[in-house]
Structures are given as structure tokens and as C-alpha cells.
């Protein structure tokens, strides 16, 4: 059964940083597309930033976060991580990693932030509070 697993959350300053993982069960996450994507009360879902597949080395971020944000792969701990650095009071929500619906695909990209319906397995979330 796939699983993942959102851990890091919390409760930050603006300026700070925060380390977001997700961790992957029941499957190896090297051959997804991993997306972080995020909600904040009363807005839509956004897509925040992909990575894809271990060999094709590709990420993607959203425009609000590029420069600030940065996702990798951990492959000996089949986790995926979001460093998240110089957070605004508008970064904060519940973030989700969500894994591709299809092994072996090439999804990530700066437009494939929008599809989210192409993630089939979602992690429950974490929460992100960027506040003074």
C-alpha cells in the first residue's frame, strides 16, 4: 500500500526556515513524481514545487517561492524534503506531498504544478504557520 507521511511543520517567524520530509512506504519514491502542494484557509490548493523522477533530475517551483525554496531527494531514506528558507506570513497552510498516480512518468514541470488530479496518493498534510 503506498503511504506517505508529512513531517517539519510548525510554527516559524517570518525570515525563518522550516524542513518539510516526506516519507514514502510501499513503494519506492525514486520512480514518482513527488509534488508539494499547499493550502491556506479560504484559498484554493496551490502547487508549490515537484521533482521528478531520481534519474531525469528535474525540479520545478511555483514563482512565489523560487530562490526561497528548495526540494531533494534523500533516496537511501525514500524521502523527499522541502527546505523552506526566508518564509512569509503568506507561505503559511497545510502543505501535502502527493506521488504521481503513474510510475515512470516525466510530470514534473512549472506547469504541471496546476495538475494536481495527475497525484494520485496524498500524504495527510502538515501545518505551516508563518506569524509573528
Known amino acids: 500500500q503506498l503511504q506517505l507521511v508529512e513531517s517539519g511543520g510548525g510554527l516559524v517567524q517570518p525570515g525563518g526556515s522550516l524542513r518539510l520530509s516526506c516519507a514514502a512506504s510501499?513503494?519506492?519514491?525514486?520512480?514518482?513524481?513527488i509534488g508539494w502542494f499547499r493550502q491556506a484557509p479560504g484559498k484554493e490548493r496551490e502547487g508549490v514545487s515537484c521533482i521528478g523522477l531520481a534519474r531525469d533530475d528535474i525540479t520545478a517551483y511555483a514563482d512565489s517561492v523560487k530562490g526561497r525554496f528548495t526540494i531533494s531527494r534523500d533516496n537511501a531514506k525514500n524521502t523527499v524534503t522541502l527546505q523552506m528558507n526566508s518564509l512569509k506570513p503568506d507561505d503559511t497552510g497545510v502543505y501535502y506531498c502527493?506521488?504521481?498516480?503513474?510510475?515512470?512518468?516525466?510530470?514534473?514541470?512549472?506547469?504541471?504544478?496546476?495538475?494536481?488530479?495527475?497525484?494520485?496518493?496524498w500524504g495527510q498534510g502538515t501545518p505551516v504557520t508563518v506569524s509573528s
Open positions: 510501499g513503494f519506492v519514491s525514486d520512480y514518482y513524481t
Open positions: 502527493a506521488a504521481d498516480s503513474r510510475p515512470y512518468r516525466s510530470l514534473c514541470s512549472s506547469d504541471s504544478l496546476t495538475f494536481a488530479d495527475e497525484y494520485g496518493y
